[in-house]
């Protein structure tokens, strides 16, 4: 583990020598002596901060992994340690894990394999996606003129015509001062004569309703993909 990994280590995955993760890294302490990081504590086992050593760790992408079972660092003696690690608080924890790994079995690690050489091509096709656009498909309009007609019908009319009763005088009565002479009476007649009024009324609503209607329509493109074929070149082959 190097200097520059230090400041990485706050809030990391802890793991195990067997790769069982632990917990989460609270703190740091340094070595008095050295000044070294020296010791890291792990939140995760229980209520407790448990303290780990960091000789043998690893940073990984993963996280911290410490050369310690998880079994072993659950055992580890419970320091209650304020922003520093005391001599004696270290030297417990030295004797502990210095006792334990000595008696821990070594976890082997897994032997790189060598690596093989490899050759690939990815084959692409093309794909038909169908989808749907509104556009304008054309226009309906209302429009309204006006139309004249000629309009016929019959209406009751009521005349005075006159009616000429001669009636005799039944008791003729002697009339000495009668004067002789012209006299004109008149009577006016009277008739009604149709007459014509004009007025709007309405008589209809025309009204326009876009409505969607759902069909299905054809549709047909050509589409490419491209095939790998196997061109064994070696002497013999096919």
Known sequence: MTTQQL???QGMTVFDSAGQRIGDVQRV?????????????????????????????RIEPSGVTVA????VIEGAPVIDAGPELSADDAAKLDRYYMGMLKTAPETPRPTPS?????????SFEERVRVGTEPMESGTVRL??????EAVETSVPVRREEVRVE??????PTPT???RFEDETVEVTLHEERPTVAKEAVPVETVRLTAKAETDERPVSDQVRRERIEVQDERPGQR
Do not use: C, M
């Open 166 to 171: 001669r009636v005799p005088v039944s008791s």
């Open 7 to 9: 400041p990485r280590l």
């Open 143 to 148: 429009h309204k003129t006006v139309v004249t």
């Open 29 to 57: 302490f340094y070595d008095q002596a050295t000044n070294e990081p020296a010791w890291i504590t792990v939140r995760g086992l229980g209520v407790r901060e448990a303290f780990v050593p960091l000789a043998g760790a």
């Open 68 to 71: 310690l079972r998880k079994d």
């Open 176 to 178: 000495p001062e009668h």
């Open 114 to 122: 060598e690596p093989e050489h490899s050759a690939e091509l990815t």
